[in-house]
């Protein structure tokens, strides 16, 4: 089965509210890890990465935990936007394969005005 | 004004042709990837290259075909032993040397009928 995967394929927030994206990764050996955007018709954007050797990373609005524990990684979107609305990916790498990523399904965001 | 283009962003073909995606990028990249993604899925990896003349099948390489003759381009034909064809192809670049982030292009998307 797939290694990287989400709790919820779809979440619907309020504006101006707090948005939390889910995925679960069940490769212990990974060692870094990404989100990407995705708008309709698009190519993915990229948003936040961490590696392993760290459990949270700050970006502008963005926040990604990571629980090496439960094998669990979040991405948090702080005060949601309408242009928040997409589908978000994450990626993890596990050393191998040299270098390539495996994509879970993805979320898809949709922000209420 | 780098980046990574793909052309043309739409394309439509009948059944029993072959078609090549263009993709090139000025990132001065060495890795270089293709993706299938189908509606509300994740990305499939077709082939990857490391590295100039080289390059790798990926999860669902059967149908499709690559090459790398030159680091900026690196073209994938899907030819007609690819029995579902219709997709949005996604390619990406990526610095490689133990950078992972991958730089995505906008898309193409094929429609064979």
């Known amino acids: 089965g797939e290694s990287v995967g989400l709790h919820l394929p779809t979440l619907s927030v309020q504006e101006g509210d707090n948005s939390i994206i889910n995925c679960a990764y069940s490769n212990s050996a990974s060692d870094y890890f990404i989100w990407y955007k995705q708008e309709s018709g698009k190519g993915p954007q990229f948003i936040i990465d961490i590696r392993s050797n760290m459990d949270k990373r700050q970006g502008q609005r963005v926040t990604v935990l990571l629980n090496k524990t439960v094998k669990h990684l979040s991405l948090q979107i702080a005060a949601t936007q309408p242009g928040d609305s997409a589908v978000y990916f994450c990626?993890?790498?596990?050393?191998?394969?040299?270098?390539?990523?495996?994509f879970g399904k993805g979320t898809k965001l949709s922000v209420k005005p | 004004d780098g980046g990574i283009t793909q052309s043309p962003k739409y394309l439509f073909r009948k059944e029993g042709q072959n078609v090549t995606l263009s993709c090139e990028q000025n990132?001065?990249?060495?890795?270089m990837y293709w993706y299938r993604q189908d509606p509300g899925q994740g990305l499939r990896l077709i082939y990857y290259s490391q590295i100039v003349n080289d390059f790798q099948k990926g999860d669902i390489a059967e149908g499709y075909s690559v090459s790398r003759e030159k680091k900026e381009s690196f073209p994938l034909t899907v030819t007609s032993a690819q029995k579902n064809p219709t997709a949005f192809y996604l390619c990406?670049?990526?610095?490689?040397?133990?950078?992972?982030?991958?730089?995505f292009g906008p898309g193409t998307r094929l429609t064979v009928t």
């Open positions: 990406a670049s990526a610095p490689g040397q133990g950078s992972y982030e991958q730089y």
């Open positions: 990626a993890e790498n596990y050393g191998g394969s040299q270098g390539n990523l495996i």
């Open positions: 990132l001065n990249h060495d890795a």
